[in-house]
């Protein structure tokens, strides 16, 4: 993953390139660096851990070319010597990367058989060497087209030599954007750590290399056969992000939900209608889907599993669903009336950008269900569903995951009038009942207090399973992932028609479970699955509407949810207490919410 910038042009002060590599910290956060070129040397900064650590080791320095990295690890702990920028044997060659180099061990054993020296155990070290091999014989450029042909893998890669006043990079399935600032080029890993300076850009191709020097900017193919430089002016708004008055991003999105959802209708519903203009694909070959496979990770595809049950029920498809890293190595065999649904918040998740290409690859025609309109899973699939929840900040998924969930049930809707499936009366009764949503969820955040109160009673618990059936099972998963990603206690999702086929073992005293147990087809089945539980004195959180008395006392604790009209709506409301009670459960702790260890909001590794 990690996050690159690169700097060159008129004087300015370093916190510049900090400041900017402050906007890709969603990338990773487990170190960082910077060097400038300065008086013929190089100044060089490193610091483990958030970006703010490293602004606050730097004095006021003036450069006019440099480089700054923040790193989410993948070969080699967070740690000084690990971190970027990294340098050849002779400190002349400074390297940012972001990517795998997968043949880095073979590269490394041969350069280090020539005389090379690593001091770090990353696979970015063997690029500055590889540069310094070749740039015995050749000038930097050439250098740089000859280790490219070596690397294997993928790499967006930033790098300048000592007393060579150029930016040098290179991109291979790493994303890489120039930015073309008034007093120079700026070179960042996405769009918007460049929008706050320029709305002047390119998106750098795939497989180019680039030379940047004061006033001039050249880009090539790999052969260094000349591309022509395909500018582009970018309209979208620099949204002001802020915590507002909240303690956390997290918290500020969760209270955003019945916002969002306010606005998917108003976007997507008119005159009682439902209206995707973006799928790019005619009703004639909406009519004839027969099939549908979602590709997704982490919480989109918990939202893209609410979403399987949605589909077959209301729209009669086979759904298949899979996490994209198995996807893309499935030998999965699409027909012309299959359709793809990718589902990505970032729109950069690498595992979901490949499993995509492979679809494609085979002829599918696959829509997107995102937030970040421009990101690079929108720029490649036909057709989009964009999520509106608006730029989400908490590692921790929150509004795009009700987002996606809602996009769905409207995209389920949708198709099953296509198909002439669901008849008027019943079309309109749903629509009434997702304008209930966001009061749904209102109604549950104004009893946060509540909520907080009974995660702090069991944030003592070491071990949590989240049991749901039919439409939340899904939820039950999600439930879990957002406990365990914040708070780091274990907690697992599972079916509760399961938990008898093994998990049932875990259950004591000492065990809390947190059981979804709203009003639907499955209830009575779940209330048999809590009395399991309380048999073996496990303890119970039931997140439940309208349970009678006796119900009521088999459980421990109960968080109570509106009664639904329709209880197919209910994942969209009872992950709000759910996520409410991962974040309680985490702030007790003392948790770090908002960056867990670990993770990255944007996973642009495989
Ligand atoms: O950007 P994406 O939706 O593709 O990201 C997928 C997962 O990495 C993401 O949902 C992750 O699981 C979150 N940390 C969950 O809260």
Same mark, same amino acid.
């Given at each position: 993953?990690?996050?690159?910038?690169?700097?060159?042009?008129?004087?300015?002060?370093?916190?510049?390139?900090?400041?900017?590599?402050?906007?890709?910290?969603?990338?990773?956060?487990?170190?960082?660096?910077?060097?400038?070129?300065?008086?013929?040397?190089?100044?060089?900064?490193?610091?483990?851990?958030?970006?703010?650590?490293?602004?606050?080791?730097? /004095?006021?320095?003036?450069?006019?070319?440099?480089?700054?990295?923040?790193?989410?690890?993948?070969?080699?702990?967070?740690?000084?010597?690990?971190?970027?920028?990294?340098?050849?044997?002779?400190?002349?060659?400074?390297?940012?990367?972001?990517?795998?180099?997968?043949?880095?061990?073979?590269?490394? @054993?041969?350069?280090?058989?020539?005389?090379?020296?690593?001091?770090?155990?990353?696979?970015?070290?063997?690029?500055?060497?590889?540069?310094?091999?070749?740039?015995?014989?050749?000038?930097?450029?050439?250098?740089?087209?000859?280790?490219?042909?070596?690397?294997?893998?993928?790499?967006?890669?930033?790098?300048?030599?000592?007393?060579?006043?150029?930016?040098?990079?290179?991109?291979?399935?790493?994303?890489?954007?120039?930015?073309?600032?008034?007093?120079?080029?700026?070179?960042?890993?996405?769009?918007?750590?460049?929008?706050?300076?320029?709305?002047?850009?390119?998106?750098?191709?795939?497989?180019?290399?680039?030379?940047?020097?004061?006033?001039?900017?050249?880009?090539?193919?790999?052969?260094?056969?000349?591309?022509?430089? /395909?500018?582009? +002016?970018?309209?979208?708004?620099?949204?002001?992000?802020?915590?507002?008055?909240?303690?956390?991003?997290?918290?500020?999105?969760?209270?955003?939900?019945?916002?969002?959802?306010? +606005?998917?209708?108003?976007?997507?519903?008119?005159?009682?209608?439902?209206?995707?203009?973006?799928?790019?694909?005619?009703?004639?070959?909406?009519?004839?889907?027969?099939?549908?496979?979602?590709?997704?990770?982490?919480?989109?595809?918990?939202?893209?599993?609410?979403?399987?049950?949605?589909?077959?029920?209301?729209?009669?498809?086979?759904?298949?669903?899979?996490?994209?890293?198995?996807? +893309?190595?499935?030998?999965?065999?699409?027909?012309?009336? @299959?359709?793809?649904?990718?589902?990505?918040?970032?729109?950069?998740?690498?595992?979901?950008?490949?499993?995509?290409?492979?679809?494609?690859?085979?002829?599918?025609?696959?829509?997107?269900?995102?937030?970040?309109?421009?990101?690079?899973?929108?720029?490649?699939? #036909?057709?989009?569903?964009?999520?509106?929840?608006?730029?989400?900040?908490?590692? $921790?998924?929150?509004?795009?995951?009700?987002?996606?969930?809602?996009?769905?049930?409207?995209?389920?809707?949708?198709?099953?009038?296509?198909?002439?499936?669901?008849?008027?009366?019943?079309?309109?009764?749903?629509?009434?009942?997702?304008?209930?949503?966001?009061?749904?969820?209102?109604?549950?955040?104004?009893?946060?207090?509540?909520?907080?109160?009974? $995660?702090?009673?069991?944030?003592?618990?070491?071990?949590?399973?989240?049991?749901?059936?039919?439409?939340?099972?899904?939820?039950?998963?999600?439930?879990?992932?957002?406990?365990?990603?914040?708070?780091?206690?274990?907690?697992?999702?599972?079916?509760?028609?399961?938990?008898?086929?093994?998990?049932?073992?875990?259950?004591?005293?000492?065990?809390?479970?947190?059981?979804?147990?709203?009003?639907?087809?499955?209830?009575?089945?779940?209330?048999?699955?809590?009395?399991?539980?309380?048999?073996?004195?496990?303890?119970?959180?039931?997140?439940?509407?309208?349970?009678?008395?006796? #119900?009521?006392?088999?459980?421990?604790?109960?968080?109570?949810?509106?009664?639904?009209?329709?209880?197919?709506?209910?994942?969209?409301?009872?992950?709000?207490?759910?996520?409410?009670?991962?974040?309680?459960?985490?702030?007790?702790?003392?948790?770090?919410? @908002?960056?867990?260890?670990?993770?990255?909001?944007?996973?642009?590794?495989?």
């Amino acid at each position: 993953m990690c996050g690159i910038v690169g700097y060159i042009g008129k004087e300015k002060n370093i916190h510049f390139l900090v400041d900017t590599l402050k906007y890709l910290e969603y990338r990773g956060y487990d170190s960082c660096g910077v060097a400038v070129a300065k008086n013929g040397g190089v100044f060089l900064q490193k610091s483990k851990g958030k970006i703010e650590n490293l602004k606050a080791r730097l /004095k006021e320095e003036k450069f006019s070319l440099g480089i700054a990295h923040t790193r989410w690890a993948t070969h080699g702990v967070p740690n000084h010597l690990n971190s970027h920028p990294h340098f050849d044997c002779c400190k002349e060659i400074f390297v940012v990367h972001n990517g795998i180099i997968e043949n880095y061990a073979t590269l490394k @054993d041969r350069l280090i058989r020539k005389g090379h020296k690593f001091i770090s155990q990353t696979d970015t070290e063997v690029i500055p060497h590889l540069l310094e091999e070749f740039n015995k014989k050749e000038d930097i450029f050439e250098a740089l087209i000859h280790t490219v042909e070596e690397l294997e893998g993928s790499f967006a890669i930033v790098l300048f030599r000592k007393n060579t006043h150029k930016l040098l990079f290179a991109k291979k399935d790493s994303p890489l954007i120039l930015g073309i600032l008034e007093e120079g080029f700026l070179l960042t890993s996405d769009i918007p750590a460049i929008l706050p300076f320029t709305k002047e850009l390119i998106n750098i191709e795939d497989k180019s290399l680039g030379v940047l020097e004061d006033n001039r900017c050249r880009i090539f193919d790999f052969n260094g056969k000349n591309r022509k430089l /395909k500018k582009e +002016r970018v309209e979208l708004h620099q949204v002001a992000i802020s915590k507002k008055d909240y303690s956390h991003f997290m918290l500020k999105e969760i209270f955003e939900q019945p916002k969002v959802m306010e +606005r998917l209708i108003s976007f997507y519903v008119k005159d009682e209608e439902i209206n995707f203009k973006d799928l790019n694909l005619p009703l004639t070959k909406l009519k004839e889907i027969s099939k549908i496979f979602i590709f997704a990770c982490g919480t989109a595809y918990h939202a893209g599993f609410v979403g399987k049950y949605l589909l077959e029920k209301y729209v009669g498809v086979d759904v298949e669903i899979d996490v994209s890293s198995e996807a +893309r190595y499935r030998k999965i065999r699409f027909s012309s009336k @299959d359709l793809v649904l990718a589902i990505s918040q970032s729109g950069e998740t690498a595992d979901t950008l490949a499993a995509v290409r492979e679809a494609k690859r085979k002829g599918a025609k696959v829509i997107a269900i995102c937030n970040v309109l421009g990101s690079t899973l929108t720029k490649e699939s #036909e057709g989009l569903i964009s999520t509106l929840a608006g730029p989400e900040i908490g590692v $921790a998924s929150t509004k795009a995951y009700t987002a996606q969930v809602f996009s769905l049930l409207l995209f389920s809707l949708y198709l099953a009038r296509v198909k002439n499936i669901m008849n008027a009366n019943s079309f309109a009764n749903f629509l009434k009942e997702l304008k209930n949503v966001p009061l749904y969820q209102k109604e549950i955040l104004e009893r946060a207090n509540e909520i907080e109160k009974i $995660a702090n009673k069991f944030s003592r618990f070491g071990c949590f399973l989240f049991l749901g059936r039919g439409i939340n099972y899904p939820s039950a998963l999600e439930g879990a992932l957002k406990l365990k990603e914040i708070s780091y206690i274990p907690a697992e999702g599972y079916p509760a028609g399961e938990m008898k086929h093994g998990p049932i073992a875990l259950i004591d005293e000492y065990r809390a479970v947190v059981c979804i147990a709203v009003k639907d087809e499955l209830y009575s089945k779940m209330i048999s699955n809590v009395q399991e539980i309380k048999a073996r004195k496990g303890k119970v959180l039931g997140v439940v509407n309208d349970l009678n008395e006796d #119900e009521a006392r088999l459980m421990d604790e109960i968080i109570t949810v509106p009664n639904f009209r329709i209880t197919d709506v209910s994942p969209l409301v009872v992950a709000v207490p759910l996520q409410l009670f991962a974040y309680f459960v985490a702030k007790n702790l003392g948790c770090e919410i @908002d960056q867990p260890r670990n993770l990255a909001k944007s996973v642009t590794v495989e």
